[in-house]
């Protein structure tokens, strides 16, 4: 599987046009659907009853994230937890500021007592006297009330010389009533939280050579991974990532502390513009105001800069200093990316600072399959010999400025918390051969893990999850954090090259264009379907219709089609936003289509619209895919980098829960003349007789019928259609003239 997490590389929204695929930036990242509320929402009504506010503890310096961890503060109590309080609130009080009965209801008009002289055909009013009441909105917290005059929410009609001489009417307009709403409160107690928000995309991919494991990136989507305003044209400020209130009742001395962080744009994701930014802010609590210190604008890709902004202005260094990053963007989607890394305060720091001194891995350790990230359980069980990986990469940077002796890493699989086995990573090949890391170097090694040990073929069922754990060290003070990370190598009932996140959409334009991806599984098999994860982009390409087609190997391109979906029981594209990020798509009828050796499966598209997959572009395996632009005829070999994200299910063992059925297909000689052709065609099988042909335009509609295996064409318009002979599955290209 080839790397190029180290490469230099552009990576350009758009090609030329006359390219039939390209790269987008996502319109979401479905990475963060599902994240759980930060609080519980309001209920209809829009008042703040059941809803949460927490109050912030105060943390004290140093203040150090590498991202490495999630210290995002958790906002998940329950209104019975531990240290919950709750006060009620009441719309209505009286003079005395006393709740009001539940069932209190009073006019705001003034209301009154009307007598009625029927015989004298006249009436006389008398008004109610009005009561003071305080009336309040719980529509936020803390409710604030307003003296007003109400009055009874009645009239009375008193009719003299009636039978029923006193009647009530009720008055329902412009009346208030007694309403109440509980507000819950939290003290947070968590010194080792440090953001109050999470609104930033906590992650391992999305950054280019980070310096060690983990970032925070910034772009034009929401905490749940949603655009801050669909179809937006314009730019605002968008995320924002703020810290907890700092203890910096300190007594700094000139030049004595500094706040310090890395940053990056673009990244593996899309180029802020010019006019983008992303910003640093203090805020100062003498003033009550957040004030700008810092900024940068958009830009291309480069390596991870350092920032240095003094803390000077003697009103900062109080108790509840606080700072805040945010970008400025487009809110459009998965645009304009910024991405943070070691944010850090601490005493007696100045502007020369090495704080940024640090060993630790860079990325998370690659599969330990060799080929594949994940391979169905039983395919492994059945073929375990030779599967591990003799090229495992690992990445991992010294960040210190000066030499630092290598040691012997490890990777250490364990299964339910249990140890199963380990590697070695030779020191001098984690150092590049070297017996010292030089100063502030990124190095790449590949690990033969082929040997020693392989995954534990006796565990039953059909899905098995197995915890990896990789570890290395320099011998110098510095964040341990970061000198280890943990993975998980995932047994299912489908192969994978990608590593289940898209960084970017990979897009194909062409009418009646196919696209194949090539697999060679470890025994022959059936396939019954492909696991998709197509990604919205600034187009929407939801509900666009494909056939999924799979392909027979033919000397490293795609060859004999073994299936393709009927033409009237398409494919469409569809979105699944929760955490299962991939659809599955079955063959129709659920047949399963046997396969021995290599194979590709992908599909064909009906109209020019790219359907957009995801795209990884943290694992390289675009040898692995092809595209046809002329019905099959010939193959390309993509320039995309990177590898889309399409995994073929498989059956075995799975025939009971899927319930479905053997389907061996047969490949019929079918011989369409003359073609192309003007008049008369004519389809010929050396398996059986043509029975009928049905001729479809490129839009997948009927265009005729005939009961036996010549056709009339002279009258249809010139171009290109497709014919089916009568009970096949198979589609024959002709060209009219």
Not at 335 to 361: A, C, M, P, Q
Not at 572 to 588: A, I, P, S, T
């Amino acid at each position: 599987m080839k790397h190029y997490l180290l490469l230099i590389l552009c990576f350009c929204g758009t090609f030329a046009f006359s390219q039939p695929e390209s790269e987008l930036p996502l319109l979401t990242n479905q990475q963060q659907h599902g994240k759980a509320d930060q609080a519980i929402p309001l209920k209809a009504g829009a008042t703040f009853d059941s809803t949460f506010i927490y109050i912030t503890d105060t943390i004290h310096l140093p203040f150090f994230d590498d991202f490495s961890t999630n210290l995002f503060q958790q906002y998940n109590s329950g209104y019975t937890g531990p240290g919950v309080t709750s006060v009620e609130q009441f719309a209505l009080l009286d003079g005395t500021n006393i709740p009001l009965p539940a069932n209190a209801i009073y006019s705001l008009v003034p209301t009154y007592r009307r007598y009625i002289d029927v015989a004298g055909n006249s009436f006389t009013d008398t008004n109610f006297a009005s009561i003071n009441i305080q009336i309040g909105s719980l529509a936020s917290y803390p409710v604030s009330y307003n003296g007003t005059n109400v009055y009874p929410a009645f009239i009375i009609l008193d009719t003299l010389d009636y039978p029923n001489p006193v009647d009530t009417i009720f008055v329902f307009d412009d009346v208030v009533v007694q309403d109440s709403a509980t507000q819950f409160f939290k003290q947070l107690n968590d010194s080792l939280k440090l953001w109050l928000d999470d609104r930033v995309y906590h992650n391992y991919h999305m950054a280019r050579n980070p310096w060690t494991i983990g970032v925070a990136t910034f772009d034009g989507l929401d905490r749940n991974g949603y655009p801050y305003s669909f179809g937006s044209n314009g730019s605002d400020y968008a995320d924002i990532l703020t810290s907890k209130p700092i203890d910096l009742t300190i007594n700094p001395i000139s030049d004595s502390i500094y706040f310090s962080f890395l940053y990056q744009k673009q990244g593996l994701g899309e180029e802020p513009e010019a006019n983008d930014s992303l910003i640093l802010e203090f805020f100062n609590p003498a003033l009550n105001l957040w004030k700008r210190v810092w900024g940068v604008s958009g830009g291309a890709v480069s390596d991870f800069r350092k920032g240095h902004v003094p803390i000077s202005n003697p009103n900062y260094f109080a108790n509840n200093f606080q700072f805040r990053f945010r970008n400025y963007g487009s809110l459009a989607g998965g645009l304009d990316h910024f991405h943070l890394d070691y944010v850090t305060i601490r005493k007696d720091s100045n502007l020369g600072d090495t704080l940024f001194e640090d060993y630790g891995f860079v990325y998370p350790t690659g599969s330990l399959l060799k080929d594949y990230t994940s391979v169905p359980w039983d395919h492994y069980k059945n073929n375990s010999n030779g599967k591990m990986n003799d090229s495992v990469i690992v990445v991992v940077r010294n960040g210190h400025s000066i030499l630092a002796n290598n040691s012997n890493g490890s990777v250490e699989i364990s299964y339910g918390g249990n140890p199963e086995g380990s590697f070695v990573l030779t020191a001098q090949t984690l150092s590049g051969g070297q017996i010292n890391y030089a100063p502030t170097t990124t190095y790449a090694s590949l690990h033969d893990l082929s040997g020693g040990y392989q995954f534990d073929i006796s565990k039953p069922g059909t899905k098995q999850t197995f915890d990896i754990r990789t570890a290395a060290t320099v011998p110098f003070f510095d964040s341990t954090i970061n000198d280890e990370t943990f993975t998980q190598q995932y047994f299912a009932n489908y192969y994978s090259y990608d590593d289940g996140t898209a960084e970017r959409a990979y897009s194909f334009t062409g009418s009646q264009a196919r696209l194949a991806m090539r697999f060679d599984p470890y025994e022959a098999d059936s396939v019954i379907g492909a696991s998709i994860h197509f990604t919205p982009t600034v187009v929407n390409a939801q509900g666009d219709l494909f056939a999924l087609t799979i392909w027979a190997d033919n000397n490293g391109v795609p060859g004999a089609v073994l299936y393709e979906d009927n033409l009237f029981v398409p494919k469409e594209v569809k979105y699944d936003l929760g955490n299962n990020r991939f659809v599955n798509y079955f063959f129709d009828d659920t047949v399963r289509i046997p396969v021995s050796g290599a194979f590709f499966i992908g599909w064909r598209q009906f109209d020019p619209d790219p359907l957009n997959i995801g795209l990884d572009k943290n694992n390289d395996n675009s040898q692995y895919l092809f595209y046809s632009l002329n019905g099959g005829n010939s193959w390309t070999n993509s320039t995309i980098e990177g590898t889309i994200m399409i995994r073929p299910i498989f059956s075995t063992s799975l025939n009971a829960e899927l319930n479905v059925e053997e389907k061996q297909i047969v490949k019929e000689n079918f011989v369409l003349f003359p073609n192309p052709a003007e008049n008369t065609i004519e389809v010929q099988s050396s398996n059986r007789e043509v029975q009928g042909l049905e001729l479809f335009n490129l839009q997948g509609k009927l265009v005729r019928y005939s009961s036996n295996a010549k056709m009339e064409i002279s009258d249809i318009p010139s171009g290109v259609y497709l014919v089916r002979p009568s009970g096949s599955e198979q589609m024959l290209r002709l060209i009219k003239k």
